[in-house]
């Protein structure tokens, strides 16, 4: 169990906040507005009604003793950029810091802040990514060009044999085949897809993009 800070319960701090305690971390959330904290309060570990561009308060709230900082003030810049020097000065390591516009994110970065996070340009691409791509319901960015993409089996591809959707495309490897609670690594290439399966890819944009297509039409 680890114990975070999230500082700014919006919309977006209030789900961060919620999915560490589900996670099972101790967090303790803190925001200028009672109404913000007090609709959150019974979640979470800990909570304070407290402006965080206060570095007394900060230090007040045992900050320093947090593995990682989230910093989830959007609006209101600078209240987000002093709030980060505060915890800089104190001393924590791990920050991590909601962007909200390029000028606010080259700041953070000039104040050595690594993880930015922008979650409405993040979701954006998510959801382009989806219409896009219906059949990956999820991936992850391994690099600039490389992904492992999760794709589900749709009736259209079932009773296809696992070999001849993905001999189309030798650039990209399945990494596990799962049907129901049953995951393997050695995938038998005569392995007969069934409805609802789900493959792990993983390869280059471009090859991903040749393989989509044969997953969308049969
Ligand atoms: P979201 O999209 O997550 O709802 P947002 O990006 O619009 O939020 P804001 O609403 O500006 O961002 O800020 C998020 C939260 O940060 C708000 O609940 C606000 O009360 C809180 N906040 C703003 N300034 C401070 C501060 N100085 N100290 C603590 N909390 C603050």
């Not at 794709?151 to 399945?174: K, W």
Request: proline fraction near 2%; aromatic fraction near 4%; glycine fraction near 6%.
């Amino acid at each position: 169990m680890a114990q975070f800070a999230v500082i700014g319960l919006g919309s977006f701090g209030a789900t961060v906040a919620t999915e560490l305690v589900g996670l099972k971390h101790d967090v303790i959330g803190i925001d200028i507005e009672k109404k913000y904290v007090e609709s959150i309060s019974d979640v979470l570990t800990h909570s304070a009604i407290a402006d965080a561009t206060d570095e007394h308060v900060l230090d007040e709230l045992n900050i320093t003793q947090c593995d990682a900082v989230v910093v989830a003030i959007g609006e209101d810049i600078e209240a987000s950029i002093l709030c980060v020097l505060h915890l800089k000065n104190l001393g924590v390591e791990k920050i991590w810091v909601k962007a909200k516009s390029k000028a606010h994110h080259m700041i953070l970065t000039h104040l050595g802040i690594c993880k930015i996070i922008h979650p409405e340009e993040d979701m954006g691409v998510r959801v382009a990514q989806s219409l896009s791509y219906p059949m990956v319901s999820r991936y992850m960015a391994l690099n600039d060009d490389h992904y492992l993409v999760k794709v589900e089996i749709t009736e259209n591809l079932a009773g296809t044999r696992f070999h001849s959707v993905m001999d189309h495309v030798p650039e990209v490897r399945a990494i596990l085949h799962k049907r129901e609670q049953e995951i393997i690594y050695s995938i038998d290439p005569n392995l007969i897809l069934q409805d609802g399966d789900v493959l792990v890819i993983e390869g280059s944009i471009e090859p991903l993009r040749r393989l989509s297509k044969h997953f969308t039409a049969k």
